[in-house]
């Protein structure tokens, strides 16, 4: 089997965000959260005798989100919101019926509506971003006939095609591109950064679920290669199905993304 199993958020309290994602998006717990300490996430982490609460939430696609909250030696950083101009993970997307009504169940759930970005987009389509209680960016998108559900896990990429083939590895083939390389001044709005253009390609595992890799043309983005820390909060990583043939795993993509490798 490959393809995407889960995205990684750290979760400063569990189960504020099992509520968040609940109230906001119908996620529910699967089974109790559980507790892992060894070796493998003493090296992700960088520290000896780490240990975290791991709880696993899904959707009634199955669309699955793995929350980690970071016993020992707790959290990197406080809760912070990036803008997409950065390489690695970036934001998470969902399809929605109501931004109004997805806005007030935010504001319920302790993650904060980020007004600013709210913008008409195209086709009679309205898009803005919100955050979880963990700073996690996410985008959501109303428009006509949409069905609300899980849209894409974002990654913003150094080099496309090295990427494609990377996640090809994992069952990830091309799907639709978005072919944003003229200014517009919407996509400013949104994503907070004047003047961006960028190329975004779909690719999609074999359960249909998807990741936008995002080539950002400008502004140039800093080379920064060091690895990020996984144990901050917010977007950390993605859990991804390889085969039979291969052990658990954490590597990282061209881009310093944590990717967990799962049977």
Same mark, same amino acid.
């Given at each position: 089997?490959?393809?995407?199993a /889960? ?19 119908g ?5 109790n ?13 960088? /520290?000896?005798? /780490? ?17 980690i ?11 912070k ?19 109004d ?5 935010v504001?319920?759930?302790?993650g ?10 195209i ?22 006939g ?6 894409? /896990?974002?990654?913003?990429?150094k ?5 494609i ?23 400013g ?15 999609k ?12 043309v ?6 920064k ?20 043939q ?6 990282r ?7 967990q490798?799962?049977?």
């Amino acid at each position: 089997m490959k393809g995407l199993a /889960s995205r990684c958020i750290g979760a400063i309290d569990i189960q504020e965000s099992v509520n968040f994602y609940k109230s906001v998006f119908g996620f529910e717990p699967l089974g109790n959260a559980e507790e892992i300490s060894g070796s493998e996430l003493d090296v992700i982490v960088g /520290s000896s005798n /780490s240990r975290a609460l791991v709880q696993l939430i899904k959707n009634n696609d199955d669309d699955r989100i793995k929350l980690i909250q970071f016993v020992s030696p707790g959290f990197s950083e406080v809760p912070k919101v990036r803008t997409i101009g950065h390489y690695g993970l970036t934001h998470l997307a969902f399809f929605v019926d109501d931004l109004d009504a997805v806005r007030n169940k935010v504001i319920s759930a302790n993650g904060k509506p980020l007004d600013h970005t709210r913008v008409p987009m195209i086709h009679d389509w309205y898009g803005m971003y919100i955050t979880d209680p963990n700073g996690t960016r996410i985008e959501v998108v109303a428009g006509p006939g949409v069905v609300p559900g899980f849209s894409h /896990s974002g990654i913003c990429v150094k080099d496309l095609e090295k990427s494609i083939n990377f996640y090809r590895e994992f069952g990830f083939e091309p799907a639709e591109s978005y072919d944003m390389r003229e200014v517009h001044d919407w996509m400013g709005k949104l994503n907070e950064i004047e003047g961006i253009t960028l190329f975004a390609q779909m690719i999609k595992d074999p359960q249909q679920r998807k990741l936008q890799l995002l080539d950002i043309v400008t502004p140039e983005l800093p080379d920064k290669s060091i690895l990020k820390p996984f144990n901050k909060p917010g977007f950390v990583g993605i859990e991804v199905f390889a085969n039979n043939q291969m052990t658990d795993e954490i590597i990282r993509d061209p881009n310093g993304v944590h990717v967990q490798i799962s049977r």
